[in-house]
């Protein structure tokens, strides 16, 4: 492996809407699915809660990840909330940092009906997708809240502007 001083996704002549998007900024995310036999994740920061009777989580996945290919064949999966001590973690689920034996060697996870679950996380939810269609370059998918638990939220993570920072 190479260690680079510069990004090595960084565009060098940036899309507009990109850095538009990097200026929203959000609350960072672990999505997960799959069990034993096969399982994956993926650092999500697009996504957004709709209440009501049945709540539902959206997010706008990357449709060659291969979290979007085990959440739409398995059905379900599991949204989890970062905090700042994951941001490495983070990193290796988005592809952007080394994941030495894989990225679920990084950190304990707790197996689900849902999927996998990072050990640590003490805000996520269990979700059942109910449906997909492709918005732009990004698969929008509309998953069911079948199970949430909502804990403490100590130093929640944040991605701002192409980098991760803590939430005041």
């Known amino acids: 492996m190479t260690i680079h001083a ?3 996704f960084r565009d060098p002549e940036p899309d507009p809407v990109r850095r ?11 999505w997960t699915a799959g ?7 993926l650092t999500v920061t697009s996504y957004l809660l709709a ?23 398995s059905g379900r999966g599991v949204v989890q909330l970062l905090t700042w001590d994951d941001r490495d973690l983070a990193e290796m689920f988005a592809g952007t940092a080394p994941a030495p034996g ?8 707790v197996a689900t009906e849902w999927g996998p679950r990072l050990a640590t996380a003490t805000t996520w939810a269990g979700v059942r997708l ?6 732009g370059w990004s698969t929008l998918v509309t998953t069911v809240v079948e199970h949430l638990e909502v804990g403490k939220d100590a130093e929640p ?11 005041d």
Request: zero cysteines; proline letters at 3%; glycine letters at 14%.
């Open 51 to 73: 209440a009501g009777e049945d709540a539902r989580v959206l997010a706008l996945l990357d449709p060659d990840a291969d979290l979007t290919e085990r959440l739409l064949g």
């Open 35 to 41: 069990d034993e036999d096969g399982r994956t994740g």
């Open 6 to 8: 510069e990004h090595p």
């Open 130 to 135: 109910e449906s997909e269609q492709e918005v």
């Open 102 to 109: 894989g990225m679920f060697r990084q950190a304990e996870f």
């Open 20 to 30: 538009f998007r990097g200026r929203v900024g959000g609350r960072v995310s672990l």
């Open 157 to 167: 993570l944040r991605h701002h502007r192409g980098r991760y920072t803590r939430v």
